[in-house]
C-alpha cells in the first residue's frame, strides 16, 4: 500500500510531504512514549509500597502480598464466574443471530445487543444495587436452605443479596455483548461450503452447527473469551457499587463476607488514602495493570494466529 | 446407518405447528397449577409470577422435545431442543436491557425537572439540587480529552496505513493493542502518578481526568479510523499519484474525504465509551459540590462521579440522593443514545455518494 508513492529520487521531497509525515511519526512517537510513561510512573509510585509496614497497610495485613493476596483471589474468582455465566449465553446468542434469526431481522437484533455495551458501568452498579440485589435475594435463601450443604452455597445467607453472584451475574451482563458480537462475526465467516456440504449430508441445522460452524470457530470463541475476560477483570464501579466487600478468600456465592476486587477496592479506598496508603494502592493497580496484560496478550497470539490461517484458505 | 434411514423415514412425520401450540398452553396450566397451588395451600405467601413463568417455559421445553423425539427420532427432537435453547438465551439477555432501560427512565423521571438542570448541589442537604455542575464537568472534560486524543488518534492511524512500516509500525501496532486492554481505573491511576510527582499527592483537576480518559480513548479512534482507511481502494490513491499530486494532499484529499463517514462515526461511539467512565474520574478529577468551569484548576464532578457519589453518600431524606442519582443516569443514558444516534446518522450522510 506505501510502495507505490512517487519515490523521493525521482521527485525532489516537497516541504508539506515531509511535515505531514512527521507529524504522523510524532503522533505514533506520543503513543509509544506515553505507554512508557505509564509503566515507569506506575512503577515509581508503587516502589515505595514494597516495604510498606502493617500500620501504613491497615486491614491488618502485614505485608503487601498478604493485602494483595485476597484481592487478586477476588479479581479472578468475580471474573471467572462472569464467564461461566456469560460464555455459553453469548455463543448460544451469535448462533442465534448468525443462523436462526431471519436475515432481515439479524442485523437489527444484533444492534439491540450492541446496546448492552453502551450501558455506562456506574448505571449498571445502580441497577446492581437497587434492582438485582434485592430481586434475587429471596432465590438466594432458598437456595442456603436447600442446598447449604453445597459449600457454594453455605450459608448464612446475605440479607441484601449484594454477594458475589450478584456481581458475577452484572458483570456478566457487561461482557456478554463483547463476546456476542466477536463470535458472530466468526460464526458468520464459517466457509459456505462446509455448511451446505453438511446439510447436503442430510444433517439438521444444529448438526450443521456442530460439525461446521463451532470447530471453525473455535479459536475466535477464545479470544473472545479471553477479551470479555480481560473487560471483566478489570470492571471497577459495578464491583464497587453492588458488592458489600470484605478481606476474605472465600469460594462461598451467598454470604454477606465476599472477597472484594483489586479495582473496586481502589475506587472505594483511594478518596481516603494518604501516604504510603496512597502508593500501595498504586501498586495493586499495576498488579491489576499485569494480570489483564497478560489476559489480553493470550487473546491476542490467538486471533493473529487464525489470521495467519485463513489467509493461507 | 440404521439412524440414518429411522430419520427419513420418520421426517415425514412431524410435529404440526398447531400441536406445539397445544402443548404450549398446555405447559402454562401446569406451571400456573402448581405455583397457584403452593399459594392456595399456604406454603408460599404470594403467587410467584417469575418463578411460574419460567417453570411454563422450562415445561414446555421438555414436553416438546419428548413429543418430538417420540414422533420426529431423536436428531429432530435434539434439533428442535437447540432451536428453543438458543432463542431462549436471546431473550434472556433481552431481560436485564428491558429492565434497565425501564427503571432508568421511570426513577430518572421523578427528579428529570428544570432545577436539576440549572442548579447545582451547593450548600444542598436533602432534597433539591440538581446536577448542572456535573453535566458541565462531563462537557469540559470529556471535550479535552477529546481534543487531545482526536488528532493523536488520527494522525497516528494515518501513519499506520500510509506510512508505517518496519519495527516502528509493528512496536505501536502493539502497543495499541495493550492500550486497549488497560482497566480504566489504571489509567486513572497513572493520570494520578504523572500529575502527582509535578503538583504534589493531593492534586485533583479536571484536566488529569481528561489525560486518564485520552489514554482510554486514543487506541479505540486508532483502531476505527485504521479500519477505515484501510478499506479506501488503492485505486483511487494510485489515480491521484498519477495525476502527480503529492503523497500528503492524496491523503488529505482523496483518503481522508472517502473515509471520513467511518472515522466520524468511530469518533463519536470512542466518545460515547469514555463519557461514561466513572473510576479514572473519582481518582483523579475529584468530586465537588459546586459548578467549576476551569479545567486546571480545583475539583470537577462529572455525571457519572455525580450518579455513584449521590448514591454511595446518602445523607438524611435518603429517597432525593437516590432520585438525583437515577436522574444523573438517565441524562447520562440520553447522552451516550444521543451521540451513538448522531454517529448513525453521520455515517449515512456524510457516506461518498458514488456507485457501490
Not at chain 1, 516537497?14 to 509525515?21: H, I, N, Q, T
Not at chain 1, 434469526?101 to 449498571?124: C, E, K, N, T
Not at chain 2, 498519477?242 to 462515526?265: D, H, N
Not at chain 2, 459546586?290 to 446518602?314: C, E, H, I, K
Request: glycine share 8%.
Amino acid at each position: 500500500m506505501t510502495n507505490i508513492a512517487p519515490t523521493a529520487s525521482r521527485i525532489k521531497s516537497r516541504l508539506g510531504d515531509r511535515v505531514f509525515s512527521n507529524l504522523a511519526l510524532i503522533s505514533g512517537i506520543v503513543i509509544l512514549l506515553v505507554l512508557a510513561a505509564v509503566a515507569v510512573f506506575l512503577v515509581a509510585q508503587s516502589l515505595p509500597a514494597i516495604n510498606a509496614t502493617p500500620e501504613d497497610i491497615g486491614s491488618g495485613a502485614h505485608t503487601l502480598w498478604d493485602y494483595v493476596g485476597p484481592l487478586i483471589f477476588g479479581t479472578v474468582w468475580a471474573a471467572a464466574l462472569a464467564l461461566v455465566i456469560a460464555l455459553p449465553i453469548s455463543i448460544a446468542i451469535a448462533l442465534f443471530i448468525s443462523h436462526y434469526a431471519p436475515r432481515r431481522l439479524s442485523q437489527g437484533l444484533g444492534y439491540i445487543i450492541d446496546l448492552l455495551a453502551a450501558v455506562p458501568s456506574v448505571v449498571y452498579g445502580l441497577w446492581g444495587i437497587t434492582v438485582l440485589a434485592p430481586f434475587v435475594q429471596p432465590y438466594y435463601a432458598w437456595l442456603v436452605n436447600n442446598f447449604g450443604w453445597f459449600p457454594l452455597f453455605a450459608g448464612p445467607v446475605s440479607g441484601t443479596g449484594r454477594t458475589v453472584l450478584t456481581v458475577a451475574i452484572v458483570l456478566a451482563v457487561m461482557i456478554m455483548p463483547i463476546i456476542t458480537a466477536l463470535c458472530r462475526e466468526v460464526f458468520l465467516q464459517t466457509p459456505r461450503l462446509h455448511e451446505e456440504a453438511a446439510l447436503a449430508l442430510g444433517a439438521t441445522k444444529w448438526e450443521v452447527i456442530k460439525t461446521a460452524v463451532l470447530p471453525f470457530g473455535r479459536a475466535g470463541i477464545i479470544s473472545a473469551t479471553m477479551l470479555g475476560l480481560g473487560r471483566a477483570l478489570g470492571e471497577t464501579m459495578a464491583v464497587a457499587m453492588v458488592l458489600s466487600p470484605s478481606v476474605v478468600i472465600s469460594f462461598a456465592l451467598l454470604q454477606s463476607q465476599n472477597p472484594t476486587t483489586i479495582a473496586a477496592n481502589i475506587a472505594l479506598n483511594f478518596p481516603d488514602a494518604s501516604g504510603i496508603g496512597v502508593n500501595v494502592l498504586i501498586a495493586t493497580g499495576l498488579i491489576l495493570f499485569v494480570i489483564t496484560l497478560i489476559v489480553n496478550s493470550i487473546a491476542r497470539v490467538i486471533i493473529n494466529r487464525r489470521n495467519a490461517f485463513s489467509g493461507a484458505n | 446407518m440404521s439412524s440414518t434411514t429411522t430419520s427419513f423415514t420418520n421426517s415425514r412425520r412431524h410435529v404440526s405447528v398447531r400441536t406445539l401450540w397445544a402443548t404450549g398452553v398446555l405447559s402454562v396450566l401446569i406451571s400456573f397449577a402448581f405455583f397457584w397451588l403452593l399459594f392456595v395451600s399456604g406454603i408460599s405467601q404470594s403467587f410467584k409470577w417469575v418463578p411460574a413463568f419460567v417453570l411454563a417455559v422450562i415445561v414446555y421445553v421438555a414436553l416438546a422435545f419428548t413429543l418430538s423425539r417420540i414422533v420426529e427420532g431423536a436428531r429432530k427432537a435434539v434439533d428442535r431442543l437447540v432451536t428453543s435453547v438458543l432463542f431462549g438465551a436471546f431473550i434472556l439477555a433481552l431481560i436485564p436491557l428491558l429492565s434497565i432501560v425501564i427503571m432508568t427512565i421511570s426513577n430518572g423521571i421523578r427528579r428529570f425537572d428544570p432545577q436539576f438542570f440549572s442548579e447545582s448541589m451547593r450548600n444542598v442537604v436533602g432534597a433539591g439540587g440538581g446536577g448542572l455542575h456535573a453535566i458541565i464537568g462531563t462537557l469540559e472534560v470529556t471535550s479535552a480529552a477529546s481534543i487531545i486524543s482526536i488528532p493523536i488518534g488520527i494522525l497516528t492511524a494515518i501513519y499506520l496505513v500510509e506510512y508505517g512500516k518496519g519495527r516502528l509500525a509493528k512496536a505501536i501496532t502493539f502497543l495499541i493493542d495493550v492500550m486497549t486492554g488497560i482497566p480504566s481505573i489504571v489509567a486513572g491511576l497513572f493520570a494520578f502518578a504523572l500529575f502527582a510527582i509535578f503538583f504534589g499527592p493531593g492534586i485533583r483537576f479536571g484536566i488529569g481526568g481528561a489525560v486518564a480518559l485520552s489514554l482510554l480513548m486514543i487506541p479505540v479512534v486508532v483502531r476505527s479510523t485504521e479500519e477505515m482507511l484501510k478499506l479506501v481502494p488503492n485505486e483511487l490513491r494510485e489515480a491521484s499519484y498519477a495525476l502527480g499530486v503529492p503523497k500528503w494532499l492524496t491523503i488529505l484529499k482523496v483518503v481522508l474525504p472517502t473515509s471520513i463517514a467511518g472515522i466520524i462515526t468511530g469518533v463519536v461511539i470512542a466518545i460515547s465509551r469514555i463519557i461514561g467512565e466513572t473510576a479514572p474520574l473519582l481518582i483523579i478529577a475529584g468530586l465537588s459540590t459546586s459548578v467549576n468551569w476551569d479545567l486546571f484548576d480545583g475539583r470537577m464532578t462529572t455525571l457519572p462521579v455525580y450518579v455513584y457519589t449521590q448514591y454511595a453518600n446518602q445523607g438524611a431524606d435518603a429517597q432525593a440522593y437516590i432520585d438525583r442519582a437515577w436522574t444523573g443516569a438517565l441524562v447520562l443514558m440520553l447522552i451516550v443514545m444521543a451521540l451513538n444516534l448522531i454517529a448513525r446518522l453521520l455515517a449515512k450522510f456524510l457516506a461518498p455518494k458514488g456507485s457501490r
